[in-house]
């Protein structure tokens, strides 16, 4: 008699606003909302039809094809894809330190499992570096000492894909790598060290913004919307010189921006209460226009084209046929 959401720490704050306005608004419950990770969500997400499993998963990434195949492996063939706006990851600081600005190619070289050899060939070594000065002499000579997500955060993924991988294709040699061997140009790119410079901090993004108070040495890694919740004690650093703003991220002049996701289990329509009318609380122009509650709560909205597509396929309750 109640809706079960999984998923996405990122998408967790919007979908539980969403949700406390759904039981406020309506006669239906208010949906239970459960912060796992978006790959952990699309997990439980897609383990079967029943209500011992999710009606919906959040997600600050899209599905994956093999996620997709495990769903249907589990009679779970029936899902509409929501996508509700934009996000940006940053990579802040404490405002009782100075602010940094970094470029991707510092990203990576802080980062990275391996990276190129220092002596200039086109060779790879464990990452030698410990302070930032190391990584570029225009940055602070401060430990390393980063606090991110864990590898079932889609979080993780989007930072993986655009910030190390951002950083990581400025070296030609990799870059051309891309297209010789595929599977090790994404070893050597996504690969994050785990010599205890990056630390997983888990699926809670506010456990890193106090952290990062306790620890103003420390960075941590995580999704605009906590950032635009605590600029009072928190700070983002620049990335190729771009600021980590609202209108940053809407333009996309900011390098490290993704996507938001919700993925609905068609199957349960009409079985679990409530589910299709929270599927349109949730796309609605009240909630992800452009004068919507949830950009109070640091969404990005979509333009208004691609935003009237997302409505009616998932008011439609259209399936995800495939990826395209």
Known sequence: DYISIVGSSTVYPF???VAENFGKSTVFKTPKVESTGSGGGLKLFCSGVGVEYPDITNSSRRIKQSEIDSCAENGVTGIVEAKIGYDGIAIANSRKADRYDLTLRDIYLALAKVVPNPDGG??????????WRDVSSSLPAEKIEVLG?????GTRDAFAELALEGGCKTFDFISEMKNSDKNRYKAVCHGVREDGVYIEAGENDNLIVQKLQANPRALGIFGFSFLDQNTDVIQGSAINGILPEFESIADGSYPVSRSLYYYTKKAHIGSIAGLEEYNREFMSEKAIGDEGYLTDKGLIPMPMQERKGFQASVTGMQELKSLD
Not at 124 to 129: A, E, G, Q, S
Not at 149 to 153: C, D, G, K, Q
């Open 122 to 131: 086109q060779t790879f070594v464990d990452n030698p570096y410990k302070t």
């Open 149 to 153: 997500p864990p590898p079932t955060s």
């Open 15 to 17: 979908s539980t606003v």
